[in-house]
């Protein structure tokens, strides 16, 4: 008889709880059955929250390993046609290196801050590695939303949220505000298209 395992959705730990304001320890052997079983657990939690990226610190687990992918048509919204976004992948122990001084600013949500949305500056062009879930390392170059997601994602290892890296703290918004902002803007252009009409 097969054993069937079941899939197991972890509770996400939120912004203010301890587990999140902690630098995280080295994982030991990325190819643990330990760590294979928590990857298959974080990767049922973030299909299941619908995310693009999750931390271990964030389902309580304060170690090194992330988790992350950015797809196609979301790397083309945010950076345009060329864009190629970056497949699904665990990275384990990771370091990054910014590869150019610049900074740009673009909207980050996190799954440990439920509803909110808030402007981040990042760097704009990076280098990361780390191992894999079999142990093989993994080192590539990112820019734009990937090296964006990345940055957010490794910053929780080292206890950061986003809203510690944010510029203008004016920008923190609940998500349902900023539909209902371009709602009624969208409103005042018909009007304005409309008065125009009118003579
Ligand atoms: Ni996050």
Known sequence: MAI???MAILKI???GHPVLKQVAAPVG???SAEIGQLIQDMIDTLADAAGAGLAAPQVHIPLRLVMFHVPAARAREEDG???EGCPFTVLINPEIEALSEDMVEG???CLSLPDLAGMVPRYSHIR???????GETVEREAEGFHARVVQHECDH???ILYPMRMADLSTLTFTSEISRAREAELDEAEEEAENAENG
Do not use: S
């Open 81 to 83: 046609e060329a864009a």
């Open 107 to 109: 909207v980050e949500a």
């Open 13 to 15: 730990a939120r912004m």
């Open 128 to 134: 990361y590695r780390g191992f894999d879930h079999r």
């Open 29 to 31: 052997d990325p190819k």
């Open 157 to 159: 290892l080292d206890g």
């Open 4 to 6: 069937v395992q079941a």
